[in-house]
C-alpha cells in the first residue's frame, strides 16, 4: 500500500473519530439540558401543588408583626397573615419526597421587585433564592401584590450530573475502548510496515552481497575450463585461489544470516572466562590497522581502565569490537577517524568505540540495535552488510552479564558503549542495570 493512501486513511480514521467524540459531547449537552427541563418540570409541579394544598385547606393562622421587613406595607402584611410557614415547610416536604427531590433546598416567599423575601428558609442563599427560576406566583389569589414561592437548590447541577454519569461514563469507556484500538492498529500497522520494509531491504541487499562472490566465482570457473589455461600453472593457482577466497566469503555471509535464527531462539552457547580485555581489544586494532591506513584514516587508543580483567566469552567479545570497528570503518565521512578507549565505572569495564562518520539520526538511534535495520545513506548497497551487526553486539553483550549503549549525531559521529563485569565482580553488576537501564538505547 502506499504511503500516500496510508495517510489519507489514518486521516480520514482520525476525523471520523473527533467527529463521533463532537457528536458524544452534543449527546452529553443534549441529556443534561433534558434532565434540567424534566427537573424543572417536576419543582414547577410540586409548588403549584403546595399552593393548592395550602389554600385549599383555608389554614390560615395569625402572622407575627415580626415576619415583615422594613419594606414590607399593610397590604403585605395581610397577605402574610394567611401563610403558615410551618405548615408550607411540612408540604414542600410531602410534595418533593413523592416527586423523589430530596436534596437540600431553600425556599421563601419574596417579592422580586424589592428584592426582599417575607417569609421562608432563605439559609445561606438568599441572593440565589430571589433569582431562582423555580417559583410560584401567588397573585392568583392577591392580584395587586406580585409575591412569589421560589425554592433554590444549591446543588442542583450535581443532582443532573449523577443522573446521566453512569451513561456518560459507559459511553466514554467505550469510546476510550475504541481510541485504544484504533491507535493499536495504526501502530501495529506503521510497525508491521516498518518491519516488511525492513525484509524487503534485507533480501534486496543479501541478493546484492551473494551475487558479487557467485559472479566472481562463476568467471573465475570458466577461466578454468579453458584448454590453454593449463599452460600456465601460475594463472590455474591464482583462478583457484579467487574461487577459495569467494566461497569462504559466501560461506560467512550464509553464516551470518543463518545467525538470526540463532540468536532468536537463544541456542548460542557462552564459554565465560577471564581474560584481559585490552589485550583482545589491542589484536582487533591491530586487524584493522592495515585496513584504515589504507583508506587514509587514523586508528587510536586509550586503554586506561585499572582492572581489564573480564568475565566474558572471549571469541564473542572479539566478534563484538571487530562489528563495532568495522560499522566505523564503513560509515565514514571520507577516512575514518576511529578512537577506542577504556575506563573502569565501579564493577564494570566500559569499553568506548568513537568515530566521527556520517552519525545517526535521532529517529534512527532508537533502532539500531533492531534487527534487520541499516541506516539509510541514499542507496541501498553503498554499504555493505545486512543489519545483524549491533543486533548481535547487543544480544552477545546482554547475555554476558553487560549492557550497550550508544550515542550519536547526524554528520558528526557515533560513540558505542559496551559495559561488562570485570573479574570477581560480577555480583555489582544488577544495582548497576538497575541505575543505567533507563538509558540504554535500542
Known sequence: MKKRTIVILILITSLSLVGIVLIQIYWVRKALAMQEEQFNNKVQLALKGV????????????????????????????????INTV????????????????REYAWGVYNPGCETIFAGNAGNYPTQLVATNHRVSLSCLYRSEKLFLGVYFPAERDVLWLRIFPYLLL???????????????????????????MKSDFVNNMTHEFKTPISTISLASEMLLKPDVYEYP???????????DENLRLKQQVEQVLQIAILD???YRLNIMEFDAHEAIK?????????????????TSKLSADQSIVNADYNHFINIMNNLLDNATKYAQGYPEIQVITKNIGALLVVEVHDKGIGISSDNLKYVFKKLFRVHTGNVHDVKGFGLGLYYVKTMVEAMGGLVKAKSEL?????????????????????????ESKNITG
Open 265 to 267: 531462539k537463544g541456542e
Open 171 to 197: 459511553a466514554f469507556v467505550l469510546l476510550g475502548v475504541i481510541i485504544f484500538a484504533f491507535s493499536f492498529v495504526i501502530f501495529s500497522f506503521l510497525r508491521q510496515k516498518k518491519l516488511s520494509e
Open 234 to 244: 601460475v594463472r590455474t593457482k591464482r583462478y583457484a585461489r579467487i574461487i577459495h
Open 51 to 82: 399552593v393548592n394544598l395550602m389554600f385549599d385547606e383555608r389554614d390560615i393562622q395569625s402572622a407575627d408583626s415580626t415576619i415583615c421587613r422594613t419594606k414590607c406595607d399593610h397590604r403585605t402584611f395581610e397577605i402574610l397573615s394567611a
Open 411 to 435: 554528520k558528526k559521529g557515533s560513540i558505542f558503549e559496551i559495559h561488562l563485569p570485570v573479574h570477581n565482580q560480577t555480583k555489582l553488576i544488577t544495582d548497576y542495570h538497575g541505575s
Open 87 to 102: 405548615r408550607l415547610d411540612s408540604l414542600l416536604q410531602q410534595e418533593f419526597g413523592g416527586m423523589t427531590i430530596t
Open 283 to 299: 589484536l582487533c586494532l591491530k586487524n584493522f590497522e592495515l585496513i584504515i591506513r589504507d583508506k587514509g584514516g587514523f586508528l
